[in-house]
């Protein structure tokens, strides 16, 4: 669709007053939210990373990038996904972070976001979260799930450490853990002895549904 295209271009060239007219259009035709997530601005954040890593844009355009989309988050996005129905029925509680050392927080935002509107209760604890502060997070609210978000190659290594310690603190059994983020992948997740792993938020809230049917 033409209108995604246009969303992604103008997000790239960091127009933010264009990307919210687009926006605000694309939702007035009845375009779902996570479909302008999707398909308009997570491609664009992937194509401004390559053009960092080029040497084309500088950390001060990805500062500008993270801000514009959580900018459009919470003015149009979010508001919409909450209009569009969300599911009454409580689930269970996740309890969710971006792991020690990574300060990327949008992707993870957006999961917690969407699991909320789903149905769960979520305690979000923010970025550079450590393995104890997970552990302490799921034994003050008795969490079914725990969910663990990195985006740097370095700090994904980070979400063993957290499964280790919830192995310590004897939770292991009690809770189940779901990862997520751009350079994660399901054979990571599995060679960590993560329970699940989700490409993206709409996947996340499936796999968080599925994880506790099978308890
Ligand atoms: Co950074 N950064 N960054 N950055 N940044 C990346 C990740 C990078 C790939 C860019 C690049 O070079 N191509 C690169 C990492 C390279 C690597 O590790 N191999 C990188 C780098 C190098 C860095 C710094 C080191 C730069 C520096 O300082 N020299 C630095 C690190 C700081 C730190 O964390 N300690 C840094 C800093 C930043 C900013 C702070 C400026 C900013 C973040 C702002 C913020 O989050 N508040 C930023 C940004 C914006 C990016 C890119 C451009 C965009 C990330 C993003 O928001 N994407 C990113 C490029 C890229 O991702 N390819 C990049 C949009 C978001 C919707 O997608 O987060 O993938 P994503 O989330 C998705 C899925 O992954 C999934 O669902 C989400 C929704 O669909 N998902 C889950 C995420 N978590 C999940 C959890 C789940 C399930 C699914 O279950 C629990």
Not at 37 to 55: C, H, N, Q, T
Not at 62 to 68: K, P
Not at 146 to 166: C, D, Y
């Amino acid at each position: 669709m033409e209108i995604f295209n246009e969303i992604k271009k103008n997000m790239v060239e960091l127009d933010d007053v264009k990307v919210k007219q687009l926006i605000e259009e694309a939702l007035k035709k009845g375009v779902s939210p996570t479909e302008i997530v999707e398909k308009s601005l997570r491609p664009a954040m992937v194509e401004i990373g390559e053009l960092f890593e080029k040497g084309e844009y500088f950390l001060a355009e990805l500062v500008v990038a993270g801000d514009i989309f959580k900018e459009v988050m919470d003015e149009l996005l979010l508001p919409a996904l909450r209009k569009s129905g969300a599911e009454i029925e409580k689930l269970g509680t996740v309890v969710i972070g971006t792991v020690k050392g990574d300060l990327h927080d949008i992707g993870k935002s957006i999961v917690a976001s969407m699991l909320r509107a789903a149905g769960f209760e979520v305690i979000d604890l923010g970025v550079d979260v450590s393995p104890e502060k997970f552990v302490e997070a799921v034994k003050k609210y008795n969490a079914n799930i725990v969910g663990l978000s990195a985006l740097l190659t370095t700090t994904m290594l980070e979400m063993k450490n957290v499964i280790e310690e919830l192995k310590k603190a004897g939770l292991r059994d009690k809770v189940k853990v779901i990862v997520g983020g751009a350079p994660v992948t399901p054979e990571f997740a599995k060679e960590i002895g993560a329970d699940a792993y989700a490409r993206d938020a709409v996947e996340a809230v499936e796999v968080c549904k599925k994880l506790l049917k099978r308890k």
